[in-house]
């Protein structure tokens, strides 16, 4: 069953108590994207990565880090968390740029 | 910039009744457009994907057109039920390989 999983699916931590949050898909995809939610401003994208090695800045992506060391695995760091960063976060894969998008279930990350 | 706008904002209809959201963009220049559908706190599920050469897509109760001339996409859902209780995004992908969403629109069906 093709799959996008990421973990933790909830999180409550602190202002600056470094985190990663995992994605991992099971479905040989070239491209993954983290995206973050918030009301009012719909998805906006973090970063992207069109294969191995490759990543590349979306929409909003200070504060964040990301890398693409295995095709299957794209997590998304955040170095030191601050409140702003409370959201819904995504990940993402498809199969080539213009294919179409698989989501993973989402992480509510609060940030204290 | 590409701008994805959808109308109505949120949509209330009694079971039964055909649901029509709207999806605008504005440069006509895309490589397809997609149809989400978000329950709360959840992730999205893809309805339907229309390629740019494509006027239309089809899926059970779901049917969805592409005008992008005019820069337009219309999904339709037929005798809506309860469980279509959700928000529709609509998604565009520009010519750079990027997504676009639109805001969505929140759809409740009372039974």
């Known amino acids: 069953e093709a799959q996008v999983t990421q973990n933790p699916r909830y999180l409550i931590t602190v202002t600056g108590k470094k985190l990663t949050v995992t994605c991992s898909q099971n479905?040989?995809?070239?491209?993954m994207s983290w995206y973050r939610q918030d009301p009012g401003l719909g998805l906006r994208q973090i970063y992207y990565?069109?294969?191995?090695?490759?990543?590349d800045k979306g929409d909003v992506p200070e504060g964040y880090k990301v890398s693409r060391k295995e095709k299957r695995n794209f997590p998304l760091i955040l170095e030191s968390p601050s409140p702003n960063q409370t959201s819904l976060y995504f990940c993402?894969?498809?199969?080539?740029?213009?294919?179409?998008?698989?989501f993973g279930p989402g992480t509510r990350l609060t940030v204290l | 910039k590409q701008e994805v706008t959808q109308i109505p904002a949120a949509l209330s209809v009694p079971e039964g009744e055909n649901l029509v959201l709207n999806c605008s963009f504005t440069?006509?220049?895309?490589?397809?457009l997609q149809w989400f559908r978000q329950d709360p706190g959840k992730g999205l599920t893809s309805l339907l994907l229309?390629?740019?050469?494509?006027r239309e897509q089809t899926s059970g109760r779901l049917n969805a057109s592409l005008d992008k001339s005019s820069g337009r996409s219309t999904l339709y859902i037929a005798a809506s039920q309860p469980g279509d209780s959700a928000t529709y995004l609509c998604?565009?992908?520009?010519?750079?390989?990027?997504?676009?969403f639109g805001a969505g629109t929140q759809v409740v069906v009372t039974p």
């Open positions: 993402a894969t498809r199969l080539t740029s213009t294919d179409t998008q698989y």
């Open positions: 479905m040989n995809h070239e491209y």
């Open positions: 990565s069109m294969n191995v090695e490759v990543t």
């Open positions: 440069d006509s220049a895309i490589y397809n």
């Open positions: 229309i390629q740019s050469s494509q």
């Open positions: 998604v565009v992908t520009d010519s750079w390989g990027k997504l676009q």
